[in-house]
């Protein structure tokens, strides 16, 4: 495999991570929002346990580590962004590091409703709903803007 389709398969590969990512990172608050009115120890409640742990552990963990991974392949094998004049991506990269611990407080989040702990409200996990896709926004107009 040449280098050029070496680098856009990477491309691809790191896309796809970040779009099953940020599908996980806009659900999870979602159910959230639902067992909040689940009474605690009822099956609807355990039923959210089940949805949320899989969905955490099968597809936004995995996910958020090969997104990673394919970015650093791309940053450091490829060279992709030059760090000392791509002051747009410094900025992304903050971003991503905020995406990276919203990632890690839901993933806190979801132990706190299996051990039927939560004292948060569905209007609290609303607004924590919205949180991803302003970051997505910015973080896309980031990457296909260069905006400096």
Do not use: C, Q
């Not at 992304?92 to 839901?106: E, G, N, R, Y």
């Amino acid at each position: 495999m040449d280098h050029a389709t070496l680098y856009s398969l990477t491309k691809a590969l790191h896309l796809i991570s970040v779009i099953a990512w940020m599908a996980a990172l806009f659900y999870l608050p979602r159910l959230f929002v639902y067992h909040v009115s689940a009474a605690k120890g009822s099956d609807k409640s355990e039923t959210f346990k089940i949805m949320e742990r899989r969905l955490l552990k099968i597809i936004a963990n995995p996910a958020m580590i090969l997104s990673w991974f394919f970015a650093l392949i791309l940053i450091f094998y490829f060279k992709s962004v030059d760090f000392s004049t791509d002051i747009w991506f410094h900025v992304k990269l903050l971003l991503v590091i905020a995406m990276s611990a919203l990632h890690m407080m839901l993933a806190r989040y979801v132990k706190v409703f299996a051990r039927d702990e939560n004292r948060r409200s569905a209007r609290f996990y609303r607004i924590i709903n919205e949180v991803p896709t302003v970051l997505m926004i910015l973080i896309v107009l980031l990457v296909i803007v260069r905006p400096f």
